[in-house]
């Protein structure tokens, strides 16, 4: 790959981001696009991996397309390029009018744009698709990468069809960018974006700065009531996250009676109140925020001190995120995870939700079989007795096993895979268990992590392939490791200075009765 004439990357980190130097991984993951490897970056939140495609993107020629989950990190991601002057930078989302779409199109064929940010929802849109394949792509970046594995924990299905754009598109270098991934979600990664000669840059898990603990509780109430007094007591701003939307509720009235300024937010509230609760929440005016796991991707608040855990995650990937969002300043921040093994029960119960039994499957089978050309999943809707969400699982599903194919257009259909339906659907509901096993062996990763007594940072650095030799001084394990110890050497100490103990008086005389 060709490189623009440039300063050297350090000069551009300088010039542009205000680096003294690139951060671990930066220039590792830089250096791999440039000599045209698709790129596969794990760094942890708060690491710089935007600058990685933004500094790529300065040195080489054509646009880069980044394809960015949710609009409102579009838009802070669009507003950063434009303080730091790196490019032209524009959005192509669902709220720009059909005047506003065609200027954007415009100014990417023109050449204007450096960057284009867009959801993958995008690319149902052929005529996003046939723009994209007019204009110099030369980088294509897939930020939150994770979202393409479909047993991750924030699995987006538009994500699964990047890979076959990218080929629309001449395949143009891809950058990978996720701040979680396990080795098995990397590989899946790899795989589903068809990624080629792929670099691996894997950098920084350890958050030093974050206190890590765990606190085990047999009651449910008992639990809740140490959660809201240590909340009470915690430094602010603080994340608490429930597993469900009326715990969500239930624990932000319990802090409010305390006298803390709490909010909730979850997916269940309309999008002006969840607008609301975040924009206060980032801007100090509320200390404590209760939230599912709806809240948290994308957002960059360095000084968040707290996060709670009023219920177990399902998996080790979710929580390590969950709890990287405190203390990106670098200063002093904690994490405790408030267990009780009844917790278990909900997070096996929420994992099974959803399950497809055969009969789902061959509706959607036979659906598509009786189809002479491909169609959009929409227009199945009408052919099988399933909601959205069942028929997208099951389109998934057959995916899976090679039995639906999505073209670059959005639609789907069936392969020479489908041809044996009975076939199909049973291999399909063996992928099925496969991923029940799989979810079930993340949450035990999980339990594991809330009962260990060893030093809580090396399990979870093991569990993503990074070594580390304890203590590392700042989790309640090594904290009481270390105490202990400390007794131990006192009461060595003591022994040893001090005269032998005698078990009873020298004069002492022993009656026997």
Known sequence: MKTKKAPQLRQLAQEYFGYEDLRPG?????????????????????????AIYQMTARLIPGATVVVSPLIALQRDQVQAIGQQAVGEAAVLNSTLSAAERQETF???????????????????????????????ISLFVIDEAHCVCAWGHDFRPDYLRLGPVIESLGHPCILALTATAAPPVRQEILERLGMQNPAIVVRGFNRPNIYLSAERFEKTAE??????????????????????????????????????????????????DRTATETAFMQDELDVLVATIAFGMGVDKPNIRTVFHADISDSIDAYYQEIGRAGRDGEPARATLF??????????????????????????????????????????EAQVDLSKTKLKKALNQLAEVDAVETLVTGEVVSTEGMEDTEAAVSAALAAQERQQQFEKSRLEMMRGYAEVRDCRRRYLLSYFGETFEPPCDNCDNCKA???QEASSDASASSSDSAPARIPFPINSRVQHT
Request: aromatic residues 4%; proline residues 5%.
């Open 223 to 272: 639990k809740d009531s140490a959660l809201i007094e240590q909340a009470v007591q915690a430094a602010k701003p603080a994340i608490v996250y429930a597993a469900t939307r009326k715990r969500t509720e239930e624990l932000a009235t319990a802090l409010q009676e305390e006298g803390i300024n709490a909010g909730h937010y979850h997916a269940g509230m309309k999008q002006s």
């Open 106 to 136: 415009e100014s990417l064929e023109r050449g204007d744009l450096e960057f284009l940010f867009l959801a993958p929802e995008q690319f149902n849109n052929p005529e996003t698709v046939a723009q994209l394949q007019n204009a110099k």
């Open 481 to 483: 490791a270390a105490k």
């Open 26 to 50: 930066q220039e590792t993951a830089i250096k791999a696009v440039l000599k045209g490897h698709d790129t596969l970056a794990v760094m942890p939140t708060g690491s710089g991996k935007s």
């Open 339 to 380: 267990y009780d093994p009844s917790d278990l029960n909900l997070r096996r119960f929420l994992n099974q939700r959803g399950q497809l039994d055969s009969e789902a499957l061959e509706q959607v089978a036979e659906a598509l079989q009786q189809q002479d050309e491909p169609v959009r999943p929409k227009a199945l």
